[in-house]
C-alpha cells in the first residue's frame, strides 16, 4: 500500500526525454502529472513533440499504484525518490525506472522468453524539464 505522498515521487519522471530503442531507433517521450493521483505518457513521432503516435498512464487509487499502456497493466511493487519497481498484472514484462541524475533516466525491462530471463535497459536523456 502506498500514500499519495509515495506516489508524487513519480516526479522525477516529468519531463521530455529521448532514447534510443532496442533496435537502435530514437523516441521521443514526455511524462507529465496533471493531477494528484494521474501521471501520463505520451510518445511522440519525432523530436519536435507534435505529433502523438501512444501514451500510458499511472494512477493512483486507494493504496494502489497500477501503470497501463494499451491492454498492459502493472502494479507498483516500491516507489522512492529515484526508483520506482512495476510488476506485472496483464504484462508480459516487469519494469524498474530509475534516475541516474537530473538529465538521465533509465528505463529496465525484465521478462522470461523459452525458460530463460532476458532484460533490457534503455537509457534516456532529458529534452526539457516541465
Known amino acids: 500500500m ?7 515521487q513519480l516526479q522525477f519522471l516529468v519531463g521530455r526525454w529521448r532514447g534510443e530503442s532496442a533496435d537502435g531507433k530514437p ?6 502529472h496533471p493531477g494528484p493521483n494521474l501521471f501520463q505518457s505520451h510518445r511522440y513521432a519525432d ?8 501514451g500510458s ?3 493512483y487509487d486507494n493504496g494502489e ?15 522512492g525518490a529515484d526508483s520506482a519497481v512495476f510488476e506485472p498484472v ?15 533516466l533509465e528505463a529496465h525491462q ?12 534503455i537509457r534516456m536523456t532529458r529534452v526539457i524539464k516541465i
Do not use: C, L, M
Not at 499504484?65 to 516507489?79: D, H, L, M, Q, Y
Not at 525484465?110 to 535497459?121: D, I, M, N, S, Y
Open 2 to 8: 502506498f500514500s499519495i505522498d509515495d506516489f508524487a
Open 27 to 32: 523516441f521521443f517521450e514526455e511524462y507529465d
Open 47 to 54: 523530436e519536435s513533440f507534435a505529433e502523438r503516435t501512444d
Open 57 to 59: 498512464t499511472i494512477a
Open 65 to 79: 499504484v497500477t501503470s497501463t499502456w494499451g491492454e498492459f497493466t502493472w502494479r507498483a511493487s516500491s516507489i
Open 90 to 104: 496483464r504484462a508480459p514484462s516487469r519494469f524498474e525506472w530509475r534516475r541516474v541524475d537530473e538529465s538521465t
Open 110 to 121: 525484465r521478462w522470461t522468453a523459452e525458460g530463460k530471463e532476458q532484460q533490457h535497459t
